[in-house]
T-cell receptor
Framework: SAVISQKPSRDICQRGTSLTIQCQVD?????MFWYRQQPGQSLTLIAT?????????ESGFVIDKFPISRPNLTFSTLTVSNMSPEDSSIYLC??????????FGQGTRLTVV | KQEVTQIPAALSVPEGENLVLNCSFT??????LQWFRQDPGKGLTSLLL???SQREQTSGRLNASLDKSSGRSTLYIAASQPGDSATYLC????????????WGAGTKLIIKP
């Protein structure tokens, strides 16, 4: 199993600013993902965070808006840039361990005003 | 393309009842299927992981079954309690999806005291 610490748990931000979310895992994992969950919706994959290389983004998500870092196998950050109220969502970090089981952080509840 | 459907979308039952949540998927080429619980505004908690070679998994009052040939999984909750109230999500890890989970829309469960 994997234990994930995600920070911050929630934030209220002004439009036009940026927020960086951190994800720390208690063990080395190859597969790490960032999701967005808009109010009342299921999860949407933003990108796969690749260690030592650029993240792989899903359709509709771009690096300029959601830059991702993955300096090692236990840590990643997601930045939500130039925020607007439409970015208000829960952002979730996830990993898949060697048994192919997925684990999630506690989520970051972002409100943009 | 893999699609995952959860029925019902919402369910409200009195405390103490046994209940079944359903998850169906269109492509049987999967590594595994996983059931999660999500409390409002929070991250996801993994409940049960069923590998493609398994028929069922049990944890306490929860039992999940998998029928890969028919593309179905059920989550059985015995002797429901108000603390079981949450949204339950199933996700499929498909052979062709590069470990990216495909999600159902979830079942919102309310257990009335």
């Amino acid at each position: 199993s994997a234990v994930i610490s995600q920070k911050p748990s929630r934030d209220i931000c002004q439009r036009g600013t940026s927020l960086t979310i951190q994800c720390q895992v208690d063990s080395q994992v190859t597969m790490m993902f960032w999701y967005r969950q808009q109010p009342g919706q299921s999860l949407t994959l933003i990108a796969t965070a690749n260690q030592g290389s650029e993240a792989t983004y899903e359709s509709g998500f771009v690096i300029d808006k959601f830059p991702i870092s993955r300096p090692n196998l236990t840590f990643s950050t997601l930045t939500v840039s130039n925020m607007s109220p439409e970015d208000s969502s829960i952002y979730l970090c996830s990993v898949i361990d060697r048994e192919t089981e997925a684990f999630f952080g506690q989520g970051t509840r972002l409100t943009v005003v | 393309k893999q699609e995952v459907t959860q029925i019902p979308a919402a369910l409200s039952v009195p405390e103490g009842e046994n209940l079944v949540l359903n998850c169906s998927f269109t492509d049987s080429a999967i590594y595994n299927l996983q059931w999660f619980r999500q409390d409002p505004g929070k991250g996801l908690t993994s409940l049960l992981l069923i590998q493609s070679s398994q028929r069922e998994q049990t944890s306490g009052r929860l039992n999940a079954s998998l029928d890969k040939s028919s593309g179905r999984s059920t989550l059985y909750i015995a002797a429901s309690q108000p603390g079981d109230s949450a949204t339950y999500l199933c996700a499929v890890n498909g052979v062709d999806s590069n470990y990216q989970l495909i999600w159902g829309a979830g079942t919102k469960l309310i257990i009335k005291p």
